[in-house]
């Protein structure tokens, strides 16, 4: 039996508590998911994580993976012999936080450990075929709005990752995967780099956030290397986020979505919201701009 009922320092020490163990591989994305759980009365006693991390694959990959369970797997036999959980924090470094307490009414035993497992570790559900329809629905919005937008002298590439715009592997150097980007429009010496999401009335939480956060994390990355893409490649760019016109799913919860995902995405790119400007528009400016850096080759 559990409760997140907190209490005082002194009860702590006497009592059986759990805390849940999250991991930022790049925390200034302010991305987080759960990696293990740490179990103790007073000092710690026991620590859990599943293999592979399901949960952290929503974020990162491969080695990164691997780095994050090492450390893992290096403390565990430490906890279980008993410390203090501010040592434990210091031990394991900024990448991985040791939550708040919570309060266990009885003693853990496997199976109440398994219980929690289970219930903070496993890899969330969420379907694959939903997120699928959202990328897919706005990736025709976009290709509708860009249809509008004359493209004399530049190049239009669908559904680049860095490695073909660039040659870099921009995984090694922010540290995660980077998710590909809608569409780039591209001269000789400036890119437009432009993903979109279409907020619809019949969209999960779940499925939003999963598509508007691949689009953030990648954005996010661009932002942080496009000096080196300026020094290596002699190439300027923009990034754009587009938010596809309501319609009639202006909702308040769709209207709330729209603000929170224009909020995330404007730290590393420029918005355009549909609701507020031709989106056809706004992105023939965009192309105006890159075309000024000279013809595609």
Not at 105 to 125: C, G, S, Y
Not at 190 to 212: F, G, P, Y
């Amino acid at each position: 039996m559990v409760s997140n009922e907190m209490w005082t320092a002194a009860e702590r020490q006497t009592t059986w508590w759990y805390s849940l163990v999250t991991a930022a591989p790049v925390p200034e994305a302010g991305e987080a998911v759960n990696v293990g759980v740490l179990l103790g009365n007073g000092a710690t006693s026991h620590l859990a994580f599943r293999p592979q991390l399901p949960r952290l694959a929503c974020i990162a990959e491969g080695e990164v993976i691997e780095a994050f369970q090492s450390i893992l797997e290096s403390v565990q036999e430490t906890v279980s012999r008993g410390m203090a959980v501010e040592d434990l924090q210091a031990m394991i470094g900024p990448q991985l936080r040791i939550a708040e307490p919570r309060r266990l009414f009885l003693q853990p035993d496997d199976e109440m450990i398994r219980r929690l497992v289970r219930r903070f570790l496993h890899a969330p559900r969420k379907s694959a075929v939903e997120i699928d329809e959202v990328v897919a629905r706005s990736d025709a919005q976009l290709q509708h709005e860009l249809d509008e937008v004359p493209l004399r002298g530049l190049q239009m590439v669908e559904r680049v990752k860095p490695v073909n715009l660039y040659g870099l592997d921009l995984r090694r150097r922010v540290g995660m995967r980077v998710p590909e980007i809608a569409r780039a429009l591209r001269s000789f010496h400036r890119d437009v780099l432009i993903d979109s999401v279409a907020v619809e009335r019949n969209l999960t939480q779940k499925a939003l956030r999963e598509a508007t956060g691949r689009i953030g994390r990648a954005f996010w990355a661009y932002n942080k290397l496009r000096g080196e893409i300026q020094s290596l490649e002699n190439r300027t760019i923009r990034l754009v986020g587009v938010l596809h016109p309501s319609g009639d799913n202006a909702t308040r919860g769709a209207i709330e979505a729209r603000e929170y995902i224009k909020h995330v995405w404007s730290a590393d790119a420029e918005v355009i919201d549909g609701d507020s400007v031709n989106v056809s528009a706004a992105l023939r400016d965009y192309a105006e701009w890159a075309r000024e850096g000279g013809e595609s080759v």
